[in-house]
């Protein structure tokens, strides 16, 4: 996608979405107070890191043992529907105005987990990362690491303006409306991989955060 278009496109929709923002902004203080912001190192273009901002949305809660609880146990209904509606994103809007960040890309991954990936982490890396990519609309937390990793190979390679915009729409579709897996194109990714790239390792040994 061309840049000047990213950044209209990105100026309008944080326009346009701010007040929804605000208000899930008093939502996140009422019901986790404090830090209103959750932030970590990701690993940006090349491996380059850089630090993620996000609208918290789990409280720290621990077992027993003094381990966090799963994700759906730290989360309230409201938290959840924010998580969902991705308005915990938004921050994200400065790093895409900043250039850290595209639009469209590979969501940004810890760097201990792209080093994991090894050659597929590295090829995975050429682009700036995105707010939303392939796998988000084709399954994104109903997808094993496995699968949005071939994904996001096959969004490299392929990638453009066209599928960039189509991405976009598709976003507020799966916002909206839930979640669910595309097998067609799980199976094209994992087509393509096979006969364009049979000697890439795709490891995925670690868990991948979203």
């Not at 630090?51 to 077992?63: A, G, I, N, T």
């Amino acid at each position: 996608m061309h840049r000047l278009l990213e950044i209209l496109i990105c100026v309008i929709a944080g326009m346009l979405l701010m007040p929804f923002f605000v208000l899930a902004c008093g939502a996140v203080l009422v019901l986790l107070g404090r830090p209103l912001f959750f932030s970590q190192v990701r690993a940006g273009r090349n491996g380059v890191p850089f630090r993620l901002v996000k609208l918290r949305s789990m409280h720290s809660s621990r077992d027993a043992q003094g381990a966090l609880l799963p994700d759906a146990a730290r989360q309230t209904r409201i938290t959840a529907l924010i998580r969902r509606l991705r308005l915990d994103e938004l921050p994200q809007l400065a790093l895409i105005l900043r250039g850290r960040m595209a639009l469209v890309g590979p969501r940004p991954l810890l760097p201990e987990t792209i080093a994991a990936f090894g050659e597929a982490g590295r090829r995975r890396g050429r682009l700036r990362p995105g707010l939303t990519g392939w796998a988000q609309v084709s399954g994104n937390t109903l997808l094993a690491d496995r699968e949005k990793l071939q994904l996001d190979l096959w969004y490299v390679h392929h990638r453009s303006a066209r599928l960039d915009l189509r991405i976009l729409g598709e976003t507020i579709g799966v916002a909206l409306g839930g979640e669910r897996r595309r097998p067609r194109r799980l199976a094209a990714a994992a087509r393509w991989l096979q006969a364009q790239q049979p000697g890439l390792g795709l490891g995925c040994g670690q868990e991948v955060p979203a």
